[in-house]
T-cell receptor, first 113, second 110 residues
Framework: DAGVIQSPRHEVTEMGQEVTLRCKPI?????LFWYRQTMMRGLELLIY????????DSGMPEDRFSAKMPNASFSTLKIQPSEPRDSAVYFC???????????FGPGTRLLVL | GQQVMQIPQYQHVQEGEDFTTYCNSS?????IQWYKQRPGGHPVFLIQ?????EVKKQKRLTFQFGEAKKNSSLHITATQTTDVGTYFC??????????FGSGTRLSIRP
């Protein structure tokens, strides 16, 4: 079975540009998570969905960040406009309930110049 | 707000030595999970603990959940070079909050 799929794997963009990160969770999983990882701040939960509904978005840094899950097999994380401090690795993860582990995708390495 | 503190931040050991990392939550957790992330990789789920005082083992790894369900530990016996990576705990609260610890980076001298 395919794991969590993320695209793109690498993204380099200029400050002010819009960035869209994509995630396809494992089929059948009902939870989807977006994380950001940096050396300074570690692994931060940005938002998570249950059955396509956002449950907790308290980790979303500011209004420049938005996330959607239009269906059970696709989610996006959008940054508009992007800033250099947004440079990080963004992970998507999915799970079946909260009593089982999360399966992480390979991540998107974002560099904002 | 809820916090999950993890110590130590770094640990450098000689191959064959033991290793332990600790997680402490400011609030009672419903469960706690442990993950391992290899350098340049993504976090990989290791195990989940749910019950107060629970102890689980995976080969050389021993996981414990405190009686008050506010702390947890991961102990590796006789480390090997394949154990290199960063170990994270993730605490789940009854309020549907999930917080990852800051991680413990383990490096090993062969």
């Amino acid at each position: 079975d395919a794991g969590v799929i993320q695209s793109p794997r690498h993204e380099v963009t200029e400050m002010g540009q819009e960035v869209t990160l994509r995630c396809k969770p494992i089929s059948g999983h009902d939870y989807l998570f977006w994380y950001r990882q940096t050396m300074m701040r570690g692994l931060e939960l940005l938002i998570y969905f249950n059955n396509n509904v956002p449950i907790d978005d308290s980790g979303m840094p500011e209004d420049r960040f938005s996330a959607k899950m239009p269906n059970a097999s696709f989610s996006t994380l959008k940054i508009q406009p992007s800033e250099p401090r947004d440079s990080a690795v963004y992970f998507c993860a999915s799970s079946l309930g909260t009593s089982r582990g999360q399966y992480f995708g390979p991540g998107t390495r974002l560099l904002v110049l | 707000g809820q916090q999950v503190m993890q110590i130590p931040q770094y640990q450098h050991v000689q191959e064959g030595e033991d290793f332990t990392t600790y997680c402490n939550s400011s609030t009672t957790l419903s469960n706690i999970q442990w993950y391992k992330q290899r350098p340049g990789g993504h976090p990989v789920f290791l195990i989940q603990l749910v019950k107060s005082g629970e102890v689980k083992k995976q080969k050389r790894l021993t996981f414990q959940f405190g009686e008050a369900k506010k702390n947890s530990s991961l102990h590796i016996t006789a480390t090997q070079t394949t154990d290199v990576g960063t170990y994270f705990c993730a605490g789940y609260s009854s309020a549907s909050k999930i917080i990852f610890g800051s991680g413990t980076r383990l490096s090993i001298r062969p």
